[in-house]
């Protein structure tokens, strides 16, 4: 019922920035936890960053001080700017999103996934 797409990703040198955004569209009540994550082939996904509805924000180490997560709850959208890049950056990042269809059912969605490559 409810559809997160991302878009943003691309090629970027070392150095460079992009910004990633994903909008969630659908029947939803209310959204929750925004969140970010990262996968390269044959490994786990890695959260790295998460917001709040209320706006409170945690990064992981690898990315604290060049990373930020921000949302727009109007819009029913979360975005990552990334700056610094770095070639260990490089993976497909996802959108995760928890919502409420109603005022006591939550679920969880994922977006489909957008490449990021840095390399010079």
């Known amino acids: 019922q409810v559809q997160l797409v991302e878009s943003g990703g691309g090629l970027v040198q070392p150095g460079g920035s992009l910004r990633l955004s994903c909008a969630a569209s659908?029947?939803?009540?209310?959204?929750?936890?925004m969140r970010w994550y990262r996968q390269t082939p044959g490994k786990q996904r890695e959260l790295v960053a998460a917001?709040?509805?209320?706006?409170?924000?945690n990064y992981a180490d690898s990315v604290k001080g060049r990373f930020t997560i921000s949302r727009d709850n109007a819009k029913n959208t979360v975005y990552l700017r990334m700056n610094n890049l770095k070639p260990e950056d490089t993976a497909v990042y996802y959108c995760?999103?928890?919502?409420?269809?109603?005022?006591?059912?939550?679920?969880?969605?994922w977006g489909q996934g957008t490449q990021v490559t840095v390399s010079s």
């Open positions: 995760n999103a928890d919502y409420g269809l109603s005022s006591s059912t939550n679920f969880s969605s």
């Open positions: 659908g029947s939803i009540f209310s959204i929750y936890d």
């Open positions: 917001i709040s509805s209320g706006g409170r924000t």
